[in-house]
């Protein structure tokens, strides 16, 4: 006959092995460990969107050619992409996506608005965000999750309108894309042109899709405006220049934001005899001494040039790849303790660090101008 203490102390001592097992694999790395990108893979901006999601492959791809270890366990890292197709709507959703499929951490998203409103979906589940966008209120939600790659529009919106100040012209228009990012940065940029006595006679929001602007070009002539400051898309800009081709209204500059800074705007330059200038806080790979070696990989992976950031989410990969290593562990909230604390080595940029904010450390803000097929530095700071 069993007696039953026997047999009560027999199954706490196996309940016992079996949690202490469980616990101590817990943490104990899974054979895979996804990685989430969130970017516009169609539509306007999908050029954009590709390139980040390229950067982040090509870095996988070494990583995994390497033998990525954690814990000296081999891990196969895996990248799970999603298109936010540039909607805050979509964003959400396909954030949703992206955590119940247990990803690690997400390098997402392009917009401000779509990281705005996707950040409080990965917060919950603790899972770092690595967002290229720019808008102040997207680590203002105050969540531990939110890091920035890059330098944020308030000191963007310095650095146009300080440069904008040098410039020749006096009397300014002012127009965005109606978005989060275009509207607060075209703000701040707005309200520093009186401290370099500019007139900013013209201040217009559209959508971010709008590419009519033959009433505008005439608009601008009328009112005599020989400066524009935008934070339209490229196409729209691109647009708007042929528009005041049309209306023989080209003896002007024009200086605006990063979503401008693409291989597609080359199509306006030459065409405005004040130049087009677009700020930036993504500098080119080339303007980093291990840029060359990066260009060589991207070009032999993709037979192109990045278009955009690709350079920053392939180092953002490879400074997560740190943080797990650090952390020991795949578990999202030990990965994101290890990156708030880390001062990463960034192959292609150098050093990618976040304050108590998220914001990047070492965040600049470069000027370019557009001429011959390239984006010409001519300035760069990080106080403006």
Not at 48 to 71: S, Y
Request: positive net charge.
């Amino acid at each position: 006959m069993h007696h039953p203490n026997r047999r009560r102390a027999a199954t706490s001592v196996l309940a016992l092995a079996l949690a202490t097992t469980l616990l101590a694999g817990c943490d104990n790395p899974p054979a895979t460990v996804k990685i989430g990108v969130a970017q516009p893979m169609t539509g306007n901006l999908a050029a954009l969107g590709q390139d980040m999601h390229q950067g982040v492959k090509l870095a996988v791809d070494e990583l995994n050619k390497a033998g990525f270890k954690i814990k000296g366990k081999p891990v196969t890292l895996e990248v799970v992409a999603v298109d936010d197709r540039a909607d805050a709507a979509t964003g959400k959703q396909v954030a949703q996506q992206l955590v119940d499929a247990g990803i690690v951490a997400v390098i997402g998203h392009l917009n401000s608005g779509v990281s705005i409103a996707a950040a409080p979906i990965y917060a919950e589940k603790h899972i770092a965000q690595l967002a290229i966008s720019t808008n102040p209120r997207y680590t203002e939600l105050n969540l531990p999750t939110t890091l920035r790659l890059v330098a944020n529009d308030t000191l963007q919106a310095k650095a146009i309108g300080s440069y904008a100040g040098q410039l020749p012209a006096r009397n300014f228009a002012v127009l965005d894309d109606g978005t989060p990012y275009g509207k607060g940065l075209a703000d701040g940029a707005a309200a520093q042109l009186p401290k370099a006595n500019k007139t900013v006679a013209l201040r217009q929001s559209f959508d971010d899709k709008t590419t009519a602007f033959d009433e505008l070009a005439v608009k601008l002539k009328g009112a005599g405006v020989d400066g524009i400051v935008s934070t339209l898309n490229d196409f729209q800009v691109v647009a708007l220049v042929e528009a005041l081709r049309k209306a023989g209204h080209t003896q002007v500059a024009l200086l605006g934001g990063d979503t401008l800074k693409t291989p597609t705007a080359f199509k306006a330059a030459g065409v405005l005899q004040g130049g087009l200038y677009a700020t930036s806080p993504i500098l080119e790979p080339r303007e980093f001494p291990s840029g060359p070696r990066f260009l060589e990989a991207y070009r032999a992976a993709y037979k192109t040039d990045p278009a955009y950031g690709g350079h920053y989410s392939y180092d953002a990969m490879h400074v997560l790849a740190s943080a797990m290593r650090r952390a020991e562990s795949a578990q999202p909230k030990a990965v994101l303790e290890a990156l708030r604390a880390i001062d990463g080595y960034a192959p292609v940029t150098g050093s990618m660090k976040f304050n108590e904010r998220g914001e990047q450390r070492y965040g600049v803000i470069s000027v370019y101008l557009a001429r011959n097929g390239l984006w010409e530095p001519q300035v760069r700071s990080d106080a403006w």
